[in-house]
């Protein structure tokens, strides 16, 4: 439900209702209100000028609860505690939600109001860096209170400074926090101080500078990938994490917001393409530092270029090519510091270096860097080109799914079907070693891919068997949902499957529609549990005689089977135990 424009709050606003908050509800309550706001019990909410924001919350039974926005003390809920209590702050939460204002604000509203009324230190580490910058880079931290003035007016001129020169801004205005850790509540703090000197934008303008306070505060929490002493691999802590849980959560929020350029005209509009070529450039600079296990900026990377830069293109390929060209000279650097050279051996040119295959087989490229030129490759048409650079990097890393699958998910968004298809079979073979979870989605896009080219269903089929043995469920899945019975039933002769290992809803449907194909199916396993020459072997036999029994019957061939039971009996007269599990099983007399 839109929110009416009464309902809505400017930042000003949204502060004052985090002090109210803080006054009248304890931690505690807060705590169980999210509970209940992260189980989803708050119903729909109604904006009432009157009355307020109206909601249903569904404790041990239906409550009521009436939130006044003027006065959160003049509130109420029809719960026996009536005001102050947990299902007041779960409709606040929902509240926040649909104001899309960070919720973990409230719910550390005693932290942040907290925070806001210490002391702030002067000359403490800077909130502007990572706490785990360097010494060296923690110098010159003191800041009299009257430059803060300076500081807003410069910001006044934020849309002709460069982005670098707004994470400067950045720097100087967080000063007057003082020392801080990577946690929600100091971030939300952090996020206010930014706010606060943020001129006058346009909308796309304001878009970008929410996405660089994101940005900013990310690498504030992040530490670098990798100790500089040990080189050891460096992990988030707790807080850390949930606080860039929550800047990622708001950075898919603002990018879900198109830029809408096509408004803007003449300086202005070259002076947003400016900022985001620049916001580019900062992006590519931080993922390159990523690893697999921490990994970021390199997302944000390629939303910004899926979701702002390349709709607003309009056909050009100048910038791609452009943003391709910096990335191919990346790889070339890394590739000549790591290729050792040679008196008296020629230079390669750039472009032969590019594509030597002795270089690149020598040379382990950043998986940051392989992913982004994969992107920009896609985007420009060139499939070819990214399915290399996947490969190669899969074959040195093990790409996480996740970043495979998104190119999958684009394409059938944007219902390129055929070309949906080419990338299935290309990307198939690189989560053959992934557990179900991916598969299930890969197989996912296959059915909807088959949905609108039916002709496609083929190259499934070669795909998935091409990933065996890594693709076995989601292939035998794939024949069973589609009743491909014969082809099912041979992979399982083929395989020496046991038809015992089945639940019986799976064999159930093939007995119905096909049952003379599990024919050479129970045949093969009769005969394999009684060379066994155990009691258990021969019991499993008795279990699947009595099926093959049925399955003559409903075939109308009972001669056949009374011919096939007198031989396998006589057969293996001599196998007593055999016998007797024959007879219980009332299979001859």
Not at 72 to 89: I, N, W
Not at 548 to 559: P, R
């Amino acid at each position: 439900m839109n929110i009416p424009n009464n309902m809505r709050m400017d930042d000003a606003q949204w502060q004052q209702l985090i002090r109210q908050v803080a006054e009248q509800f304890n931690n505690l309550t807060i705590m169980r209100g999210f509970q209940y706001y992260k189980q989803k019990r708050v119903g729909p909410l109604t904006y009432s000028e009157q009355q307020g924001i109206l909601a249903v919350v569904q404790g041990t039974e239906e409550y009521e609860v009436t939130l006044s926005m003027q006065s959160l003390s003049t509130s109420h809920c029809s719960c026996p505690v009536s005001s102050h209590c947990k299902h007041m702050t779960a409709v606040l939460m929902s509240y926040a939600e649909q104001l899309e204002r960070p919720v973990h604000a409230i719910v550390n509203a005693h932290s942040s109001t907290a925070l806001k009324q210490t002391t702030k230190p002067v000359g403490a580490m800077s909130a502007g860096l990572s706490s785990y910058a360097d010494a060296d880079e923690q110098q010159d931290m003191d800041i009299p209170d009257n430059q803060y003035s300076q500081i807003k007016e410069r910001a006044t001129e934020l849309a002709d400074l460069a982005i670098s020169e707004w994470h400067e801004l950045f720097h100087s205005s967080l000063r007057r926090l003082g020392t801080g850790t990577a946690s929600t509540s100091y971030v939300q703090e952090a996020t206010d101080e930014l706010y606060a000197i943020k001129p006058r934008l346009s909308a796309a303008m304001d878009q970008l500078f929410q996405l660089h306070v994101q940005l900013y505060l990310i690498r504030f929490c992040v530490p670098p990938a990798r100790n500089s002493i040990t080189h050891s691999p460096v992990y988030l802590s707790y807080p850390a994490q949930l606080a860039v849980d929550a800047l990622l959560k708001d950075i898919e929020r603002i990018f879900n917001h198109p830029l809408g350029l096509s408004v803007i005209k003449g300086n202005k509009l070259e002076q947003h393409w400016k900022r985001l070529a620049e916001t580019s450039a900062y992006l590519r600079t931080q993922m390159m530092s990523e690893t697999a296990s921490i990994m970021f900026f390199t997302p944000i990377y390629r939303q910004l270029w899926l979701n702002w830069i390349v709709p607003e293109l309009q056909g050009s390929m100048d910038m791609l090519e452009s943003e391709l060209a910096i990335l191919n000279d990346i790889e070339r650097s890394l590739t000549a510091a790591s290729t050792p050279s040679h008196s008296g051996e020629s230079v390669l040119s750039s472009a032969q270096s590019s594509t030597s295959e002795r270089s690149s087989k020598a040379v382990t490229l950043p998986l940051p860097l392989v992913l982004a030129q994969s992107w920009i490759y896609f985007h420009v048409g060139q499939d070819d080109q990214a399915w290399k650079r996947l490969i190669n990097g899969s074959s040195a890393y093990g790409i996480p799914p996740e970043h495979l699958l998104h190119f999958l998910h684009v394409l059938a968004d944007s219902a390129e079907w055929k070309r949906l298809g080419d990338w299935l079979v290309q990307l198939g073979p690189l989560l053959a070693n992934r557990r179900n979870t991916p598969l299930n989605d890969y197989m996912h896009l296959w059915d909807t891919a088959i949905q609108h080219l039916p002709d496609a269903e083929n190259r499934m089929w070669d795909t998935l068997v091409s990933m065996l043995p890594h693709s076995r469920p989601a292939y035998e899945d794939a024949m069973h949902s589609r009743g491909q019975w014969r082809r099912w039933i041979d992979f399982q002769l083929s395989t020496g499957t046991e038809p015992l290992e089945f639940r019986v809803a799976v064999l159930q449907p093939i007995e119905k529609d096909a049952p003379e194909l599990l024919l050479p199916f129970y045949h093969q396993a009769v005969e394999r549990y009684i060379g066994h020459k155990n009691r258990d072997g021969y019991k499993a036999a008795v279990k699947l005689l009595k099926r093959l029994s049925k399955i003559y019957k409903k075939l109308k061939q009972e001669a056949h089977w009374e011919q096939f039971i007198t031989t396998l009996a006589v057969r293996n007269s001599r196998l007593r135990a055999l016998q007797e599990e024959l007879r219980k099983g009332k299979l001859i007399s």
